[in-house]
């Protein structure tokens, strides 16, 4: 029997790390954060009153095993100038299931077999939430997509109310042996996960080691200036009982005209990977090489982080 992997996250994070860990013998399920709130996922949570779609849609995407032609028609984004303007197919499947089965996790698994997926998808909550972020300077900010846009420094991020997690994901994270942290925005991709109380009981009651795959480029605002030792940091302060086990970072070098153009039009930096602060840590670092360039874009290397990632949970 494969042992059990939990990956934790949201954005194209989430299902990036995906595509490379489903190569790997393994049993994945992937519990999807569901606060995102702009473009065709804000438009469909506002009219049909459901989670966010739209990260789900990325992940059942990148686990999915049929042909490419499908995974194209689910990502189709219509270009129109009526009110399907923006929208992708995708989202409007997943809403439909939604609709269709009553939920979005039932939804989530009528589509699944459609798609022939390597492991399981699973939403963090079935509840329509607002994600909040208190910023440094006092200012409360409504919203994801308004706390990724302000570009301030995040003091603490919290739901407007407090969610109820679904059962699927209490029990994968209990039942897991190995809980993996993906690499995405810290504040409103990864610690989202984080900020229900029930998950977090969940982690203190797992045996299951925590990993987290560090970012490789810094988030404007968020994540300014931020080491590898940064980030775990700020995980470590909302896991409860719990700690960051392992971490993957990159200590490869990104190529200097690239390195420029991120910092010129993104606002981006390379995450340091600051070895000389690991011993402080406490835990486990495997550092390697991860750099990878598509569409003259910063990258993690896929099939290199899937094997960092099976070859520890082998050990376990």
């Given at each position: 029997?494969?042992?059990?992997?939990?990956?934790l996250g949201?954005g194209?994070g989430l299902?990036?790390?995906?595509?490379?860990?489903?190569?790997?013998p393994?049993d994945i399920t992937?519990?999807?954060?569901?606060?995102?709130?702009?473009?065709s996922?804000?438009?469909?949570r506002?009219e049909?009153?459901?989670?966010?779609?739209?990260?789900i849609?990325?992940?059942l995407?990148?686990?999915?095993?049929?042909?490419p032609?499908?995974?194209?028609?689910?990502?189709?984004?219509?270009?129109?100038?009526?009110?399907l303007?923006g929208h992708?197919?995708?989202n409007l499947?997943?809403t439909?299931?939604t609709e269709?089965?009553g939920?979005?996790?039932d939804?989530?698994?009528s589509?699944?077999k459609?798609?022939?997926?390597?492991?399981?998808?699973?939403?963090?909550?079935e509840?329509?939430?607002v994600?909040?972020?208190?910023?440094?300077?006092?200012?409360?900010v409504?919203?994801e997509h308004?706390?990724?846009?302000?570009?301030?420094k995040?003091k603490?991020?919290?739901y407007?109310?407090e969610?109820?997690?679904?059962?699927?994901?209490?029990?994968?994270?209990?039942?897991a042996?190995?809980?993996?942290?993906s690499?995405?925005?810290?504040?409103?991709?990864?610690?989202?996960?984080?900020i229900?109380?029930?998950?977090?009981?969940?982690?203190?009651?797992s045996?299951?080691?925590?990993?987290y795959?560090?970012?490789m480029m810094?988030?404007?605002?968020?994540?300014?200036?931020f080491?590898v030792?940064?980030?775990v940091?700020?995980?470590?302060?909302y896991l409860?009982k719990?700690?960051?086990?392992?971490?993957?970072?990159n200590n490869?070098e990104v190529?200097?005209?690239l390195?420029?153009?991120?910092?010129?039009?993104?606002?981006?930096?390379a995450?340091?990977?600051?070895?000389?602060?690991f011993?402080k840590?406490?835990n486990?670092?495997?550092?390697?090489?991860?750099?990878t360039v598509?569409?003259?874009?910063?990258?993690?290397?896929v099939i290199k982080?899937?094997?960092?990632i099976?070859?520890?949970?082998?050990?376990?």
């Amino acid at each position: 029997m494969n042992k059990k992997v939990v990956v934790l996250g949201g954005g194209t994070g989430l299902s990036t790390l995906l595509r490379g860990l489903k190569q790997y013998p393994v049993d994945i399920t992937a519990i999807v954060s569901v606060c995102d709130d702009g473009s065709s996922t804000g438009i469909l949570r506002e009219e049909f009153n459901i989670p966010a779609v739209g990260d789900i849609r990325r992940v059942l995407v990148s686990l999915s095993e049929t042909e490419p032609l499908v995974m194209e028609l689910f990502n189709y984004r219509f270009h129109t100038t009526s009110d399907l303007d923006g929208h992708t197919v995708g989202n409007l499947l997943l809403t439909a299931m939604t609709e269709i089965t009553g939920n979005l996790s039932d939804g989530i698994e009528s589509l699944s077999k459609v798609l022939n997926l390597k492991g399981k998808v699973v939403p963090l909550t079935e509840d329509n939430v607002v994600l909040m972020a208190e910023m440094e300077n006092g200012e409360i900010v409504e919203g994801e997509h308004n706390i990724t846009v302000a570009h301030k420094k995040i003091k603490r991020v919290f739901y407007k109310e407090e969610p109820t997690p679904t059962q699927a994901a209490l029990e994968a994270i209990e039942e897991a042996d190995l809980i993996v942290l993906s690499m995405g925005s810290l504040f409103t991709s990864i610690i989202p996960n984080l900020i229900c109380d029930k998950i977090v009981t969940s982690l203190e009651k797992s045996s299951a080691k925590i990993m987290y795959v560090c970012n490789m480029m810094t988030q404007p605002g968020e994540t300014d200036n931020f080491t590898v030792t940064d980030h775990v940091a700020m995980l470590n302060q909302y896991l409860g009982k719990r700690k960051v086990d392992v971490v993957i970072a990159n200590n490869g070098e990104v190529l200097p005209e690239l390195a420029l153009k991120y910092e010129t039009l993104e606002q981006k930096d390379a995450v340091r990977y600051d070895a000389e602060n690991f011993k402080k840590m406490d835990n486990q670092v495997i550092g390697d090489d991860l750099v990878t360039v598509s569409n003259n874009m910063i990258r993690h290397n896929v099939i290199k982080l899937g094997f960092h990632i099976f070859s520890y949970l082998m050990q376990l």
